[in-house]
């Protein structure tokens, strides 16, 4: 009877562990996790890692589909080892992500991802290169999100659509490539 009662406990969390939020709810949840980025048209070049962080809020549309919007700090730019360069590019991030769930606590999302670069900073120091960033990003990232207990681990990468730099001040034609991992805690505020 003890090993059925237990059996039945293990189950009912189980299940609850892997509910969904209700359609109509509202949830917040803050996010911190790492970011490696790099830009494209390069070969010579490897990831930044730093960090990201931020809120999100999500809507519940239905039990298979949400939209979620959120508020990011991400660590940004590239190393070029050759030169012994490195880039370092700070955003705010605004992603816009539709979540499409596939079962229970398993979504695919898709959005846009409007930014403003907050910093831009080149070592070895050069003035020129810090005029050349543009304050405006805008990316597409495509990711995917477990929810267990309402912590949710969320990979995303953002392709970015926009060019980095004005091109009448430094000849770079390249655009922001990140992949994000981060974990998060949901809370429903309704």
Same mark, same amino acid.
């Given at each position: 009877? %003890?090993?059925? @009662?237990?059996?039945?406990? =293990?189950?009912?969390?189980? =299940? ?7 359609p ?7 996010? @911190? ?6 830009? !494209?048209?390069?070969?010579?070049? /490897?990831?930044?890692?730093? =960090? ?7 809507y ?7 939209? *979620? ?16 360069? %490195? ?10 992500? *539709? ?21 831009? /900073?080149?070592?070895?120091?050069? *003035? ?6 543009? %304050? ?6 495509v990711? =995917? ?6 912590f949710? @681990?969320? *990979?995303?990468? !953002? ?16 655009r !922001? ?14």
């Amino acid at each position: 009877m %003890k090993k059925f @009662i237990l059996l039945a406990a =293990i189950m009912m969390a189980s =299940i609850s562990g892997f509910a969904q939020h209700e359609p109509g709810s509202l949830t917040l949840q803050p996010r @911190i996790g790492f970011s490696a980025a790099d830009f !494209n048209n390069t070969s010579d070049t /490897k990831a930044r890692v730093g =960090i990201v962080v931020g809120p999100e809020f999500e809507y519940t549309m239905s039990n298979r589909f949400s939209l *979620a919007f959120g508020l990011n700090y991400s660590q940004q730019g590239c190393e070029q080892d050759k030169l012994d360069v %490195k880039y370092k590019m700070d955003y705010l991030n605004i992603p816009i992500v *539709a979540n499409f769930y596939v079962v229970k606590g398993l979504a695919l999302k898709a959005g846009v991802q409007p930014g403003i670069n907050l910093s831009a /900073k080149i070592d070895p120091s050069d *003035a020129k290169f810090d005029e050349a960033v543009k %304050k405006f990003d805008f990316s597409i990232p495509v990711g =995917i999100s477990y929810e267990f207990f309402n912590f949710v @681990i969320d *990979a995303r990468y !953002n392709f970015g659509v926009t060019k980095l730099f004005d091109l009448d001040k430094v000849n770079l034609d390249t655009r !922001n490539l990140a992949f994000q991992l981060t974990l998060g805690y949901k809370f429903t505020l309704f």
